[in-house]
């Protein structure tokens, strides 16, 4: 088991571990009594191939139990024993479970593992969750911390960069750890972020930032945390009269979709506006518990957007974004952003060139719908944030007139206009 699995892992009832005490103090602040949440998650449809994994890997688990986050979480796989159960390893995977030398701990939850069982080595969810010997393999410009968080954090737990707006760091623990993760030197390592006096150290600073209007809750997943701990951060921002809309970076309604109870719906509706951004990374994730968990939210009139990461064998062709794009819209979903992936350590494997990016977004702009056409952008290096990118639309100028070539390749002539007076 690697090191770092013992700091980030839940409690025997499948609590993420957070520091009780320092919120006993906290919660009297919250003014109304909040009602219990409920132990077991409304009933839900659970799908064949869930149902089918269920009761293979699960016989004396119930439906209700599948379909409470909690008993998702504390049965989540988390070593090369659990996986070896419901998959035939490959020899890369096996060696680099065994090898310890992995940055992020293993963690699959038992939903999400019935998405990649199906013994295909190639199955694109699998590629992003189990560790192979590539990811090892340290290569020229890839860092711990590719995007200079640490630079650009002013009191643990906020990394304020751009002059409105602040992203706050909640937890470092997500229900399923994604291989190519930009912050996988913090997540599941750093137990500083679960600290209630750095969210008050936080809380002071954003005070004092009038200019801050927009907070960004991520981390690790901020929809791990407990209801009543979440419910105290969200509150605790929105009696900052300046902050106007807080978005939730979450990967929870594609991994733990049993998560967005209504219990849960109800309580971040008293504290809209908030927006979600949902991290979608190929159209498999969007089964009918996925698109149950983001109709729920899009019904309690949540905005929700998208971002994905471009990924070299798993999201890396015009086909497969073009039916993850319309797979959103249809969940009404709006597909936000593609990122370049960060160069963290041992991502080689994982990165594609730009080209590629700009050659997938060359294939959908014009060949469908604008709102299916996400900004591609890469996150640079150091600390200089996100930088959209686009092909070459604009070709040339002959006397006052612009040279576009359109989706097509055809050549345009726009009749361009001097500034000024
Ligand atoms: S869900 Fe987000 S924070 Fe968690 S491992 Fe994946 S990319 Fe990282």
């Known amino acids: 088991m690697n090191s770092n699995q013992a700091a980030e892992s839940p409690s025997s009832d499948g609590e993420v571990p957070l520091q ?21 998650s409304e009933i839900r449809a659970i799908s064949k191939n869930s149902l089918n994994f269920l ?3 699960f016989p004396e688990a119930s439906s209700q139990d599948w379909n409470n986050w909690k008993w998702q979480v ?36 038992p939903y999400y593992a019935s998405l ?32 200079g968080e640490e630079s650009a954090s002013p009191v643990p737990c906020l990394v304020h960069r751009y002059p409105d707006r602040v992203l706050f760091l909640a937890t470092n623990f997500c229900s399923a750890y994604c291989r190519y993760c930009t912050r996988s030197h913090k997540v599941a390592k750093d137990p500083q972020h679960y600290d209630l006096g750095h969210w008050n150290q936080a809380f002071d600073y954003l005070s004092l930032h009038p200019e801050v209007r927009d907070v960004i809750i991520s981390g690790g997943d901020p929809l791990t945390i407990n209801e009543i701990h979440l419910e ?21 309604p594609i991994v733990l979709p049993q998560r967005i109870t209504r219990s849960l719906v109800q309580m971040l509706k008293r504290y809209q506006p908030i927006y979600f951004s949902i991290h979608f990374m190929h159209p498999s994730e969007l089964t009918p518990e996925t698109v149950e968990a983001c109709t729920r939210l899009a019904d309690s009139g949540f905005p929700l957007g998208s971002q994905t990461v471009l990924l070299k064998g798993i999201n890396d062709n015009i086909q497969t974004m073009k039916d993850l794009m319309h797979g959103l819209l249809r969940t009404r979903v709006k597909p936000y952003y593609i990122y370049q992936c960060d160069p963290i350590p041992g991502s080689a494997h994982f990165r594609t060139s730009v080209r590629k990016g700009l050659e997938i977004i060359k294939g959908l702009r014009g060949f469908t719908s604008g709102y299916a056409v996400p900004h591609y952008v890469i996150d640079v290096p150091g600390g200089g944030g996100k930088i959209p990118l686009l092909p070459d639309y604009i070709v040339g100028k002959e006397g006052n007139y612009l040279l576009l070539r359109n989706y097509q390749g055809r050549i345009f002539k726009y009749p361009d206009m001097e500034d000024g007076s």
């Open 20 to 40: 009780q005490a320092a919120f006993v103090h906290s919660l009297k602040k919250v003014k109304k009594p909040l009602p219990a949440s409920p132990k077991i």
């Open 232 to 252: 105290h951060l969200i509150a605790s921002l929105r009696r900052i009269p300046h902050i106007e809309i807080i978005r939730l970076g979450t990967k929870v």
């Open 116 to 147: 990649l069982a199906d013994n295909d080595d190639h199955n694109a969810i699998r590629k992003s969750m189990i560790p192979t010997m590539a990811e090892l393999t340290i290569s020229p410009g890839e860092k711990e911390d590719p995007l």
């Open 55 to 57: 009761r293979k890997y």
């Open 74 to 109: 504390r049965n989540s796989f988390h070593s090369f024993e659990d996986l070896s159960k419901i998959i035939n390893l490959t020899d890369l995977e096996k060696d680099a479970i065994r090898d310890h030398g992995y940055h992020l701990p293993l963690r699959v939850t």
